[in-house]
């Protein structure tokens, strides 16, 4: 048996518990000295976050409009195709 075969044997296991059996096996799991550590979860934000590189600014430009500019997104585009076809004609 593989690794492989343990993870889907594992995966398929907890999909069959209730949601009571799951937390006992979470208490369990915590409790235990070698499976403790696989309890602890990563933090979901990065310590240290790195600034944008002034590339990405000049890429993204920046955004100056109404309070409303995406609801109104579409009324807002049609205007300005409008006004730019209509002046060539």
């Known amino acids: 048996m593989s ?3 343990d993870y889907e044997d594992l995966r398929h296991l907890v999909d069959r518990l209730t949601p009571a059996q799951a ?14 550590s696989a309890t602890v979860r990563p ?14 600014m000049e890429l993204a430009g920046s955004i100056e409009g109404p309070g409303d500019v995406a609801e109104r997104h579409d009324d807002y585009i049609r205007d300005r195709l409008r006004d730019r076809f209509s002046r060539h004609t």
């Open 3 to 5: 690794v492989a075969d």
């Open 23 to 36: 937390r006992h096996l979470r208490v369990l799991v915590a409790n235990d000295e070698q499976l403790a």
């Open 43 to 56: 933090s979901p934000v990065p310590s240290a976050v790195a600034p944008l590189p002034a590339s990405f």
